[in-house]
């Protein structure tokens, strides 16, 4: 079977209005995908930077696939949270990415948002804290009902990836 490794690190995240941000992900695949060695989903520890917007993880990403089909390719994808002095967790953004297709390293952005709401949720949300999140979490990489969403752009989650093909050549598939 063809393979896939994918090694790196969720490097930090920025442009968001909260800071004390924490960041948890995972990997979504199709059907022909097997997880050889490594963990699927993950979360970072909670930075607050204390100079500066940009909340640094350094959070290791190590995944080995295997497969029998190109079909339903590795997803990377993100949910961000601030975390008050209280310590409650608030969503502020979800996010996600294809890994690249091409070894190598990558730098990849991976750009956020969050549900809208009318006048009286963002009024609530204001004076009670909160906010909406998604009842069914695939629709973060599911395109089929995710365009019915209002949303607003939030901020952007960096990585750094590293990706190893091995055997693709024996199936007919370029690299």
Same mark, same amino acid.
């Given at each position: 079977?063809?393979?896939?490794?994918?090694?790196?690190?969720?490097?930090?995240a920025?442009?968001?209005?909260?800071?004390?941000?924490?960041?948890?992900?995972?990997?979504?695949? +199709?059907?022909?995908?097997?997880?050889?060695?490594?963990?699927?989903?993950?979360?970072?520890?909670?930075?607050?930077?204390?100079?500066?917007?940009?909340?640094?993880?350094?959070?290791?990403?190590?995944?080995?696939?295997s497969?029998?089909?190109?079909? +339903?390719?590795?997803?990377?994808?993100?949910?961000?949270?601030?975390?008050?002095?209280? +310590?409650?967790?608030?969503?502020?953004?979800?996010?996600?990415?294809?890994?690249?297709s091409?070894?190598?390293?990558?730098?990849?952005?991976?750009?956020?948002?969050?549900?809208?709401?009318?006048?009286?949720?963002?009024?609530?949300?204001?004076?009670?804290?909160?906010?909406?999140?998604?009842?069914?979490?695939?629709?973060?990489?599911?395109?089929?009902?995710?365009?019915?969403?209002?949303?607003?752009?939030?901020?952007?989650?960096?990585?750094?990836?590293h990706?190893?093909?091995?055997?693709?050549?024996?199936?007919?598939?370029?690299?």
């Amino acid at each position: 079977m063809a393979e896939v490794h994918a090694i790196g690190q969720l490097i930090s995240a920025s442009g968001f209005s909260q800071r004390s941000l924490f960041c948890r992900w995972g990997i979504h695949t +199709g059907g022909a995908w097997k997880v050889i060695a490594g963990i699927k989903e993950g979360q970072t520890q909670v930075d607050d930077p204390e100079i500066g917007e940009v909340a640094f993880f350094s959070h290791p990403v190590d995944i080995h696939f295997s497969t029998r089909g190109l079909q +339903g390719w590795p997803k990377l994808w993100v949910q961000v949270y601030h975390q008050d002095s209280f +310590g409650r967790n608030e969503l502020v953004g979800y996010g996600f990415t294809h890994l690249p297709s091409s070894p190598g390293l990558h730098n990849i952005q991976i750009l956020t948002w969050k549900p809208s709401g009318g006048l009286s949720d963002t009024i609530s949300q204001h004076f009670l804290g909160g906010g909406h999140h998604l009842k069914a979490p695939e629709l973060i990489f599911s395109g089929t009902e995710r365009h019915r969403l209002t949303t607003v752009a939030t901020g952007q989650v960096n990585a750094q990836i590293h990706i190893v093909l091995r055997n693709f050549d024996k199936f007919g598939i370029e690299c």
